[in-house]
């Protein structure tokens, strides 16, 4: 089993940056793959960005590529995304997810997810 805390979200003026956080604990062969999604009220949830764990290939949604980046600290367990030059659309629910192989970028290819962070950014 895989448990997915996230952390770092809040309210933050537009133009302004946030970096969350997601703390990973569990079988590490079924977390090769992180992901961060995010949902906005009465939308789908949006894939936002990946990470090979391994090996640290990442992946970004051409939403938010040169604007978001994913990293990681392996000794920490822990995924982050740093979140740059934030818009009032970049509002939403934000969500962890675990896979065992980043072999898509769909909320069914993440087996685990946090309870997610709320980003809110005003204008």
């Known amino acids: 089993q895989v448990h997915l805390v996230e952390s770092g979200g809040g309210s933050v003026q537009a133009g302004g940056s946030l970096r969350l956080s997601c703390d990973a604990s569990g079988d590490i062969a079924s977390r090769n793959c992180m992901g961060w999604f995010r949902q906005a009220p009465g939308k789908e949830r949006d894939w936002v960005a990946a990470?090979?764990?391994?090996?640290?290939?990442?992946n970004y949604a051409d939403s938010v590529r040169g604007q978001f980046t994913i990293s990681q600290d392996n000794a920490k367990n822990t995924v982050y995304l740093q979140m740059n030059s934030l818009i009032p659309e970049d509002s939403a629910m934000y969500y962890c997810a675990a896979a065992r192989r980043c072999m898509g970028w769909a909320a069914t290819d993440f087996a685990y997810w946090g309870q997610g962070t709320q980003v809110t950014v005003s204008s």
């Open positions: 990470i090979n764990t391994r090996f640290g290939f990442t």
